[in-house]
């Protein structure tokens, strides 16, 4: 059996202030869904604050990107109990990362801070972008004693 994840308040208090927001927090299987029914979406894909600070960087970025860039993009956020599947689906490899999906389907990721033109001019290239396949083939790989194929 797997040990619980422990995780610090910091987490729950990010994701608490991005609901108030009105940012809902979707799982990783609701999260296409969402898109179809948004059009442009904007994911926040997050992990403990604690131990990468700059997921709360992050939480401060994409509010005031949004704005300043009058883009018509949904934000959602992405529970981070569903990072490995996360991963999977969507090759989202590193903390913070914003996911850019159009009606279901996969637009990019860009993972990690960045200077405010480049966050501009990045969000304005994956509304560009047309839809495709993300970079993950969505196949889990288990290590050599997790017993099964590897």
Same mark, same amino acid.
């Given at each position: 059996? !797997?040990?619980?994840?422990? =995780?610090?308040? +910091?987490?729950?208090? #990010?994701?608490?202030? @991005?609901?108030?927001? %009105?940012? $809902? /927090?979707?799982?990783?299987?609701?999260?296409?869904?969402?898109?179809?029914?948004?059009?442009?979406?904007?994911?926040?894909?997050?992990?403990?604050? !604690?131990?990468?600070?700059? =997921?709360?960087? +992050?939480?401060?970025? #994409?509010?005031?990107? @949004?704005?300043?860039? %009058?883009? $018509? /993009?949904?934000?959602?956020?992405?529970?981070?109990?569903?990072?490995?599947?996360?991963?999977?689906?969507?090759?989202?490899?590193?903390?913070?990362?914003?996911?850019?999906?159009?009606?279901?389907?996969?637009?990019?990721?860009?993972?990690?801070?960045?200077?405010?033109?480049?966050?501009?001019?990045?969000?304005?290239?994956?509304?560009?972008?047309?839809?495709?396949?993300?970079?993950?083939?969505?196949?889990?790989?288990?290590?050599?004693?997790?017993?099964?194929?590897?």
């Amino acid at each position: 059996m !797997t040990a619980p994840v422990s =995780v610090s308040a +910091a987490l729950p208090a #990010l994701l608490s202030r @991005l609901s108030a927001r %009105g940012w $809902p /927090l979707l799982s990783v299987d609701a999260l296409a869904d969402f898109a179809r029914q948004h059009g442009e979406v904007v994911a926040f894909c997050v992990d403990d604050p !604690t131990k990468l600070p700059e =997921v709360a960087d +992050a939480a401060v970025i #994409l509010p005031e990107l @949004l704005k300043d860039s %009058g883009l $018509p /993009l949904t934000p959602c956020v992405v529970d981070p109990a569903g990072n490995a599947e996360l991963q999977a689906r969507y090759g989202v490899m590193k903390y913070p990362a914003f996911l850019f999906l159009r009606d279901g389907g996969y637009v990019g990721v860009m993972a990690g801070l960045r200077s405010w033109g480049e966050y501009l001019h990045e969000v304005n290239e994956m509304r560009a972008r047309p839809v495709g396949r993300a970079p993950s083939i969505g196949i889990k790989v288990a290590g050599p004693n997790a017993g099964g194929c590897a």
